[in-house]
């Protein structure tokens, strides 16, 4: 039989938490979250490119800073992630800074800011904040997702899921992916950078010879809730929103064991000037408050503080996520050649 | 034109309930041109246009009545169509009726290269007459509404959608844009807009709809995927797009009843 590495969400966590298999990781425990009620009062004007996502909930978070902050003016042009930080490539070439920060909805997009050399140093108390495996010298993770495999229990038993990424194309399981999707090609890239591109390009041929292809990632879950298939690849939230709609969804997740299957990946924000208000926006968005919204409504991880995940996700410390640099996946063409190269895309 | 508080009341109601009238951003034959942003301005001008329109239509079916399907070159009707300026007030206006011009341009034209009996191809000149005159009615209504300061300007760039609720408004004009483009016999440009406002905007929206109505995402995430795509791929008639993207329309409706509703009781920040 495979080991196994699932946590069966919701109901079972906290029988899951107590399993001896599960053990902790290096997540050193970060200072306490800091409440709003504990930071300086936001003065003078800033400009924030944000990348789109989360629906209107990064807007809520926003409108909730303004208003908090009478003295604040804030300037923000909106647009897709990766626009954006192209726009910020571009702007710095002809030499302009538009923007103060840069709010994006994945490490990608910040990585190719940082590699440019575009992103100020934060201040340590305020990377402090963070888990230790989230802690950047240039920009600072807001929120995390998780690889992870949903999979229906009235068709496969968790037993029967790998715990292992590479070994999933040899399992009998019928597979949904969405390749075309922005999270899962920062997954191949995790996945290059950790496994090599032949032993990628080897996964990603076998893999499309068995699985069945949708746009998105919803559209995986969907199809593994309807049956159409036993497992699936996407970030977690997707099947914990599916399960608050349809609470009696045919639907658990599983988790692979120290490979890019379980990857832990951040939207993440970052400062193009050097600010005070800038670094303290930021502090804002670390806030306890602000990390427990996220995760309430946007089912994301809460990176800042001991706080805890939202409900039906183990915590980080019960998970075995690969040891990588986020930043690293924002090398997102050679990952889009081998997809191309091995007829995925 | 003055209005009184009662007629911009009467207003805001209609433009509550004609969900058509919206300012498209963008539209898909060149440039849209300034006029549009000043449409009371021109009304005389559509008018004179729609009926030079309607005497080129029956020119061209009385050729044909004449003369033969070849001499009456039924082509250029859609020549003539894009050649006004008319063309692109109802398209950011309303790009329902516009739809239909492209639909009754394409049965005159059809119904010509078919040989039909000219009573067919009077009927399907009725049909366009019709339309045309309903979009001058309906560009009339919209400057009037445009008049009171109740018409965004119409732009030349997209601004992303704020929030999900934004997005759905969006998501609604670009799928009744579908069917335009569709009349117009752009199958691949129909196609596109079809993914694209899939991939674009309703994935956004599905991630945060789906906690409330699981079954209604499916619905949708068929309609985008399966169901619409499949009509166009298939070449099914106007019409029976029309129909999808109506249904669509219903079901975006309701999903954005549902986020409003989960708006009024979302829990602060702070």
Known sequence: MQRRTFIKTLSYLGVVSALPFLSAQSFAAPSKAISVDDLPELTGELTLYLGRGEGGLYEDVLNA?????????????????????????????????????????DSGAIGQIVGA???????????????????????????GRIRTLPYNPTRVTADKVPDDIMALPDSDLSIAWAPAYASFQSFITAMRILEGDDATTKWLKAMNKKAK?????????????????????????????????????????????????????????LALKQSKTATD?????????????????????????????????????????????LTKLADLRPTLVLMRNAGVL | MKLGSKNIQKLLTSLVLIAGFTAFQTV????????????????????????????????????????????AHPEALMEHWEAVDFHAAIETNYVLIYASIWQGLYAVKGSIDE????????????KLNKALWQALGAVKMAAKYQDAGLLAQVKTTEEAPKN???????????????????????????????????????????????????NLVEDLEKDFNVTLPLAIKNNKSVDEVRDIVTAMSTKLSKAKMLLENKEKNKKDVF
């Open chain 1, 65 to 105: 800073i303004k208003k908090r902050n009478p003295n604040f003016t804030l300037r923000i042009r909106r647009g897709p992630t990766a626009a954006l930080a192209n726009t910020i490539m571009a702007e710095a070439k002809a030499g302009v800074r538009q923007a103060d920060l840069f709010w994006a909805v």
């Open chain 1, 117 to 143: 050399g575009l992103a100020q140093k934060l201040p340590n108390d305020l990377t402090e904040q963070l888990q230790s495996e989230f802690r950047f010298n240039d920009w600072a993770p807001i929120s």
């Open chain 1, 213 to 269: 292809k949708y746009a998105g990632e919803l559209g995986v879950v969907m199809a593994v809730e309807r049956g159409e298939v036993d497992v699936g690849l996407a970030n977690h939230y997707y099947t914990l929103r599916l399960k608050s709609g349809k609470p009696d969804a045919n639907l658990d997740l599983a988790f692979t064991k120290n490979d890019a299957g379980c990857l832990v990946n951040a939207s993440g924000i």
């Open chain 1, 281 to 325: 926006f930021m502090r804002y968005l670390l806030s306890k408050e602000v990390q427990t919204y996220l995760s309430g409504e946007a089912y994301e991880i809460p990176l800042a503080g001991q706080l805890p995940p939202p409900s039906g996700i183990p915590s980080l410390t019960e998970i075995s996520p690969p040891a990588i640099d």
């Open chain 2, 28 to 71: 898909a034959n060149g440039d849209v041109g300034e006029h549009v942003n000043h449409l009371s301005d021109n009304i005389k001008k559509y008018e004179e246009e729609v009926n030079w329109l309607t005497s080129k239509v029956d020119g061209i079916v009385t050729t044909y009545q004449k003369s033969g399907a070849k001499a």
């Open chain 2, 115 to 126: 040989k039909s009996s000219i009573a067919d191809v009077k009927a399907e000149e009725a």
């Open chain 2, 164 to 214: 999900s609720i934004e997005a759905l408004v969006v998501i609604d004009e670009k799928i009744h844009s579908v069917v335009a483009k569709y009349a117009e016999q752009l199958i691949d440009t129909a196609t596109t807009m079809v993914h694209d406002t899939y991939l674009n905007l309703f994935e956004g929206v599905e991630g945060e709809l789906i906690a409330i109505d699981a």
